[in-house]
């Protein structure tokens, strides 16, 4: 199974969520939150308190603490995945109530979805959401992982994907109701929400079709393929088989033949599928 994000998601996460973070990294300075930026807040996760009060806890003073400071400059500075592991890693470990940690969860998570350590994936993304279950980012690429990694053999599968379901659903919910970053345009974020969206529709597309459930995941896929440019083959591929299980053939062959049109590990196979069907007795669409 194909686990690569589309240049455009990542785009689009950054812009949505992490702009002011990764304006900050660029700049060598500290990385404020992702909180503030779309997403739901806790009172215990933010620079105040229950109260409006600013907390005195290590970190989340006015003042930011010196090595606090240190901290979030050396994983902002540092420039390999492993570095960057490691700096989060320890800051984290140091500062778990430092008013950077979201954005540092946040970008742990995608770090070991680089190495596809699935255990520390699934561990950053669990204390990520515990601290913000709002975190649109984290949600869809949880949801999207779920069954592109799964494992007909784990009897915990099917909690796993209705896990996924539960996740994408919510995370598009927030995305119809998030309000404009100021450091966008109209067109840059209609564009970043328009990906994200994609890709929580390639995640739930790919649940149902784990579920067997064809007709919600060709929906699903349908929408993941025709909201952004960065079109995942993989939703093609799996489109075209959700409509041959529909027997819809002219519409498969015709996925197929997008999937085909892609370079990369499915192409052969999305040729091979696309020549089969052109000369079968194609089933009228329903």
């Avoid at 930026?37 to 006015?62: F, H, I, L, S, Y």
């Avoid at 979030?72 to 109530?97: L, M, R, S, V």
């Avoid at 919600?216 to 959700?242: C, H, Q, R, W, Y």
Wanted: hydrophobic share 35%; charged share 20%; net charge negative.
């Amino acid at each position: 199974m194909n686990l690569s994000i589309g240049t455009l998601a990542l785009v689009a996460a950054v812009a949505l969520f992490g702009a002011t973070a990764l304006y900050a990294q660029n700049n060598g300075q500290a990385a404020p939150s992702l909180q503030g930026q779309g997403q739901g807040q806790q009172g215990g996760n933010t620079a105040q308190g229950k109260n409006g009060q600013q907390g005195q806890a290590q970190g989340r003073g006015p003042a930011i603490d010196p090595a606090e400071e240190a901290g979030i400059k050396a994983f902002n500075a540092a420039t390999t995945d492993d570095a960057k592991i490691q700096a989060g890693e320890d800051f984290e470990q140091k500062f778990p109530n430092s008013r950077y940690v979201g954005a540092v969860q946040g970008t742990l998570v995608t770090l070991y979805y680089n190495k596809q350590d699935w255990t520390k994936f699934y561990g950053e993304a669990d204390k990520a959401l515990a601290k913000d279950p709002d975190n649109v980012p984290v949600l869809t690429l949880v949801g999207w992982v779920i069954p592109r990694v799964y494992n007909a053999n784990d009897p915990t599968e099917p909690q796993k994907l209705d896990q996924s379901e539960k996740d994408e659903k919510h995370a598009l919910e927030l995305l119809a109701g998030m309000p404009k970053p100021a450091a966008l345009t109209d067109d840059q974020f209609n564009q970043a929400k328009a990906s994200a969206a994609s890709q929580a529709h390639s995640g739930l597309g790919m649940t149902y079709f784990r579920k067997n459930d064809y007709q919600n995941s060709s929906k699903e896929l349908e929408s993941a393929t025709t909201e952004t440019s960065d079109v995942d083959p993989t939703d093609l591929f799996i489109l075209g088989i959700d409509y041959q299980k529909l027997n819809r053939n002219s519409d498969a062959a015709a996925a197929f033949g997008k999937c085909a049109a892609i370079p990369g590990q499915l192409q052969d196979n999305c040729k091979k599928s696309a020549s089969s069907l052109q000369g079968s007795a194609l089933t009228p669409n329903q």
